[in-house]
């Protein structure tokens, strides 16, 4: 059955003759040798239900089942639940109108385990009227292709994370001093609440009103500082959401605050609020953003007895639905030499620096679907570019 089967899958070219009728023949017995020797699945399946109506040998290999405890069997039952109602959802146009489609997916085996194959479908139509006849399918196993990535991506989290650790500890003299400032208040006004208690005369419910209140909003000030800082290092799994750039640029402006002081370097945010949201990981794209701004406020350092240099963020909306934000600077600009080695990994100018930052930020950049590049300004100064897609919807 299946060399007959096997030299059914391609239509003959039209010959004449007794050579012809060799040659086809010869054809078809090599076809059918590929096919049963080859390490590739090779299926045939009826249109409607997708039933296997033929399986090469290779079939037992991926899957467990023997050739003929597979024939008749509906590929659709043998996807993974998370699979099934892509593959339905997808059928009518993959078979009724591309007729060629690649895709990966989970198929069960026969010990009920799953795998992953990498499946390319074709339709096989009548050459005269054109009707649907069957679909032509080769497959093959990339488990460990799919697990090679899975592992990579946790590596690239892990990676993130220490990462995000890393920049943390080196802000740490900056967040010391922007938790001591609400403490520091808190603190001043319990004092003075003391003073007034002591007082005479003692002072009325009312005139208490006024400090209590502002030792309540100062304590929550401390308690988002500490939760920002909790969020950013935690161990997560990704999450993207729909988000609005101006208000986290907002927030990691106030967060660098204390460090672009210390550098005599100002910081604006120049993203309109009217600006698209877009599809991202908030903590994600905070850690790119927050590596970006200490980089050029570093860059743009100056003595305090000369003008402040400027750092600021901005982002615009390009005719393709990219979002392009924009981290500048008036630091010293890229050497020519660095621009291409600046995403490299342990590749830095710093000398106390890793070369971790830049080469992970464009990592997590690109698996959001965007890039990450940097130039020099026309004016002096850097600029370093997020291209980020998935535009949801105006503000």
Request: aromatic share 6%; net charge negative.
């Amino acid at each position: 059955m299946a060399d007959t089967e096997t030299a059914d899958m391609i239509p003959a070219t039209p010959q004449h003759g007794m050579s012809a009728l060799t040659d086809d023949a010869e054809r078809n017995r090599l076809l059918a040798e590929m096919a049963e020797q080859s390490t590739d699945m090779i299926s045939r399946h009826t249109p409607d239900e997708w039933r296997f109506i033929y399986a090469s040998p290779a079939v037992e290999m991926l899957l467990g089942y023997s050739v003929d405890e597979i024939i008749g069997r509906s590929a659709s039952e043998l996807y993974h639940p998370d699979d099934r109602d892509d593959f339905e959802r997808r059928r009518p146009t993959v078979v009724y109108q591309q007729g060629f489609y690649t895709h990966t997916y989970r198929f069960r085996r026969k010990d009920g385990a799953y795998t992953w194959l990498e499946s390319t479908s074709r339709s096989i139509r009548d050459p005269e009227s054109g009707e649907l006849r069957e679909i032509l399918v080769v497959s093959r196993d990339v488990s460990h292709r799919i697990e090679a990535d899975q592992r990579m991506q946790r590596y690239q989290e892990e990676l993130s994370r220490a990462a995000r650790l890393v920049a943390m500890g080196e802000m740490a003299s900056g967040l010391a001093h922007e938790l001591n400032q609400p403490l520091t208040a808190i603190t001043n006004y319990v004092r003075g609440i003391e003073r007034r208690i002591q007082a005479t005369p003692a002072p009325t419910l009312d005139e208490l009103v006024l400090p209590l209140e502002k030792i309540g909003k100062t304590s929550l000030r401390a308690g988002e500082i500490l939760h920002r800082m909790m969020d950013f290092t935690r161990k997560r799994e990704p999450t993207r959401s729909a988000l609005s750039l101006h208000p986290v640029i907002e927030d990691l402006i106030e967060f660098c605050a204390h460090i672009a002081k210390a550098h005599n370097v100002t910081l604006e945010n120049c993203v309109t609020r009217a600006l698209p949201q877009i599809t991202a990981d908030k903590i994600q794209l905070e850690q790119v953003l927050l590596n970006l701004l200490t980089n050029a406020i570093e860059a743009s350092h100056s003595n305090p007895d000369e003008p402040p240099r400027h750092v600021w963020v901005e982002a615009s909306l390009c005719s393709n639905e990219e979002v392009i934000i924009s981290v500048c600077d008036q630091g010293v600009g890229l050497g020519e030499s660095s621009v291409d080695k600046l995403f490299e990994q342990f590749y830095t100018t710093k000398p106390e620096g890793l070369g971790m930052g830049l080469g992970i930020s464009r990592s997590l950049v690109e698996a959001h679907g965007g890039s990450l590049s940097a130039e020099n300004q026309i004016h002096g100064g850097a600029a370093f570019r997020i291209r980020l897609p998935g535009v949801i919807s105006p503000n």
